[in-house]
């Protein structure tokens, strides 16, 4: 993906986001005494029938004006959602579920254009790019070389065991295992590892005949990884949403509205710290980037305490239980990936 590509991603997404976003009253440029869409006569800002603006916008600078304000303000939401979502996302959380939400950025909005921003800030700096060794060649030649030597001083080692009448056993198993070894380093060198994989590979035919091509082909599995992961990054709210709910079983108090408004906006954040780390390691501090990963727990910790109104024991043991079933939701989501890019 270019440059450009991942410009227009991080803009596509602040658009995209603001269309599932409430609108709020931001003025257009034309006012109607009835509405353009359905025809009812306007008493205000709104049609109160189909709820388009009684305002429309009509010149390049109005659609220009609203692509930059889809961008770069989210309605001003943005700058009272952000702080929160850092710092006491338990409060966001509560105030959005109990119906306060003129002010915030709605959690799925933030989503979309978290998770755009990512993969702009990903193409842009080339992280999701597989990163190819230019000594690979040689290092490939040293171990195929090693190999050989080893498989020699065995052979002779067995040719000795041979005239003293002596057992092979394990020297025969030794070098079967190696030769096996060399066969694939040199499968690599020549790319005829497909060809080998084919006959490494003990899998039913379904399963054996992706994996052939995939070994063959690595570049476009994980393109197709790295598309899908774009696309199908939604999954990971319905995944999520369950274990959570283990945490609270059969609370009447608790609803899946308010788990997936949880997990909709702690995504968002974990979203935008993997961007905000990477722009950081790009800055030549990776060090502190690398602190990030202390971030998350700390995080989820906030947000439940703050969220569902728990005690301080409460909250540190589910999150260590969240912790833990977020691992196997990201799990389970690398693998619907993989099965993904494995059958497409």
Same mark, same amino acid.
């Given at each position: 993906?270019?440059?450009?590509?991942?410009?227009? &991603?991080?803009?596509?997404?602040?658009?995209?986001?603001?269309?599932?976003?409430?609108?709020?009253?931001?003025?257009?440029?034309?006012?109607?005494?009835?509405?353009?869409?359905?025809?009812?006569?306007?008493?205000? &800002?709104?049609?109160?029938?189909?709820?388009?603006?009684?305002?429309?916008?009509?010149?390049?600078?109005? *659609?220009?004006?609203?692509?930059?304000?889809?961008?770069?303000?989210?309605? $001003?939401?943005?700058?009272?959602?952000?702080?929160?979502?850092?710092?006491?996302?338990?409060?966001?959380?509560?105030?959005?579920?109990?119906?306060?939400?003129?002010? *915030?950025?709605?959690?799925?909005?933030?989503?979309?254009?978290?998770?755009?921003?990512?993969?702009?800030?990903?193409?842009?700096?080339?992280?999701?790019?597989?990163?190819?060794?230019?000594?690979?060649?040689?290092?490939?030649?040293?171990?195929?070389?090693?190999?050989?030597?080893?498989?020699?001083?065995?052979?002779?080692?067995?040719?000795?065991?041979?005239?003293?009448?002596?057992?092979? $056993?394990?020297?025969?198993?030794?070098?079967?295992?190696?030769?096996?070894?060399?066969?694939?380093?040199?499968?690599?060198?020549?790319?005829?590892?497909?060809?080998?994989?084919?006959?490494?590979?003990?899998?039913?035919?379904?399963?054996?005949?992706?994996?052939?091509?995939?070994?063959?082909?690595?570049?476009?599995? *994980?393109?197709?990884?790295?598309?899908?992961?774009?696309?199908?990054?939604?999954?990971?709210?319905?995944?999520?949403?369950?274990?959570?709910?283990?945490? !609270?079983?059969?609370?009447?108090? #608790?609803?899946?509205?308010?788990?997936?408004?949880?997990?909709?906006?702690?995504?968002?954040?974990?979203?935008?710290?993997?961007?905000?780390?990477?722009?950081? $390691?790009?800055?030549?501090?990776?060090?502190?980037?690398?602190?990030?990963?202390?971030?998350?727990?700390?995080?989820?910790?906030?947000?439940?305490?703050?969220?569902?109104?728990?005690?301080?024991?409460?909250?540190?043991?589910?999150?260590?239980?969240?912790?833990?079933?977020?691992?196997?939701?990201?799990?389970?989501? #690398?693998?619907?990936? !993989?099965?993904?890019?494995?059958?497409?």
């Amino acid at each position: 993906m270019s440059d450009l590509e991942a410009v227009g &991603d991080a803009a596509t997404g602040a658009v995209l986001a603001s269309t599932v976003e409430p609108k709020t009253g931001a003025d257009g440029h034309t006012r109607e005494n009835n509405c353009l869409n359905c025809g009812t006569e306007l008493t205000g &800002d709104y049609c109160h029938t189909c709820g388009q603006r009684a305002h429309v916008h009509r010149t390049l600078h109005a *659609f220009w004006h609203d692509l930059l304000h889809g961008v770069l303000h989210f309605e $001003g939401k943005i700058w009272h959602t952000l702080p929160l979502l850092a710092w006491r996302p338990g409060e966001l959380t509560r105030r959005y579920i109990d119906g306060e939400r003129a002010k *915030f950025v709605s959690p799925m909005a933030l989503f979309l254009f978290s998770v755009f921003l990512m993969f702009a800030v990903a193409s842009f700096t080339g992280s999701l790019s597989p990163r190819i060794n230019p000594n690979a060649s040689a290092e490939m030649r040293k171990n195929i070389a090693a190999n050989e030597r080893q498989i020699a001083t065995l052979q002779r080692q067995r040719d000795d065991s041979v005239r003293a009448g002596r057992s092979t $056993g394990p020297l025969d198993g030794q070098i079967a295992e190696l030769q096996s070894e060399l066969a694939i380093l040199k499968g690599m060198q020549t790319g005829e590892i497909g060809r080998i994989a084919k006959t490494q590979i003990d899998a039913p035919s379904w399963l054996s005949k992706p994996l052939e091509k995939a070994v063959k082909n690595p570049d476009l599995l *994980f393109y197709k990884l790295k598309t899908n992961a774009y696309k199908f990054s939604w999954m990971l709210i319905p995944l999520s949403v369950p274990f959570l709910w283990l945490l !609270f079983p059969f609370s009447r108090r #608790f609803r899946f509205y308010d788990h997936t408004v949880f997990v909709t906006y702690s995504l968002s954040f974990m979203t935008l710290l993997v961007v905000t780390a990477v722009l950081i $390691g790009l800055a030549g501090l990776p060090q502190l980037a690398g602190l990030a990963m202390l971030v998350p727990p700390f995080h989820i910790y906030r947000q439940l305490k703050g969220t569902y109104g728990l005690t301080t024991r409460s909250a540190v043991v589910r999150t260590l239980l969240l912790v833990a079933f977020s691992i196997v939701a990201l799990s389970l989501f #690398f693998l619907a990936l !993989f099965a993904l890019g494995l059958f497409d």
